[in-house]
């Protein structure tokens, strides 16, 4: 696609939920990236991909985050258990290879956790 | 500990104006920095960048300056336009982990007309 895709722009759930958060990114980009926005923070980093794998998943802020990258493309960023603390904006970004740090972002997913 | 920090949340400017956004970091291991523009309900999009052998990076109405020694820099907007209102990241990499940017928490530009 032309840009960076995010899917949905909004959830709203309920403590204790799982979500599904979902990223396409710019056609033959390989490298992907998901940050998180709290309310009045900066950009946190939570776990990027090169290809499928993921080699930095330094930034997931508990087990009940995972994320995945199937064929190159499409992300998956999954929280478990959803808690008030993870209501966040959760943005994705790719660029076009590591070693590449200009980014290019989605509008992000508003998540809030009830 | 934040490595990189914008210590004012917001600036206001009159339109024509100059606005100047500042920056500090802590980590000596970062070589090259960026400055991203985010609107409401949209993602950070890219703005201009600087490579740490370089002090100053010029793009239209848009200037980086980066201070090494202070571990320090500033982009620059002349003139300033009501367009610019936003909010303003700076970033910061190293080589060893290009695309992992550590952002600030970010400067609300408001241009007034």
């Known amino acids: 696609g032309a840009g960076v895709s995010q899917s949905p722009s909004n959830k709203v759930t309920e403590k204790g939920k799982d979500v599904e958060l979902r990223c396409d990114p710019i056609s033959g980009h390989t490298a992907l990236y998901w940050y998180r926005q709290s309310l009045g923070q900066g950009l946190e980093f939570l776990i990027y991909f090169q290809g499928n794998s993921a080699p930095d998943k330094s930034g997931l802020p508990s087990d009940r985050f995972s994320a995945e990258r199937t064929g190159g493309s499409v992300s998956t960023l999954t929280i478990q258990r959803t808690q008030q603390e993870d209501s966040a904006v959760y943005l994705c970004a790719s660029s076009s290879g590591w070693g590449e740090e200009k980014l290019f972002f989605g509008s992000g997913t508003q998540l809030s956790v009830l | 500990d934040q490595q990189v920090k914008q210590n004012s949340p917001s600036l206001s400017v009159q339109e024509g104006r100059i606005s100047i956004l500042n920056c500090d970091y802590t980590?000596?291991?970062?070589?090259?920095f960026l400055w991203y523009k985010k609107y409401p309900a949209e993602g950070p999009t890219f703005l201009i960048s600087i490579s740490s052998i370089k002090d100053k990076n010029e793009d239209g109405r848009f200037t980086v300056f980066l201070n090494k020694s202070a571990k320090h820099l500033s982009l620059h907007i002349v003139p300033s336009q009501p367009g610019d209102s936003a909010v303003y990241f700076c970033?910061?990499?190293?080589?060893?982990?290009?695309?992992?940017?550590?952002f600030g928490d970010g400067t609300t530009l408001t241009v007034k007309p």
């Open positions: 970033a910061a990499s190293g080589r060893t982990n290009a695309g992992k940017s550590t």
């Open positions: 980590n000596s291991m970062f070589d090259y």
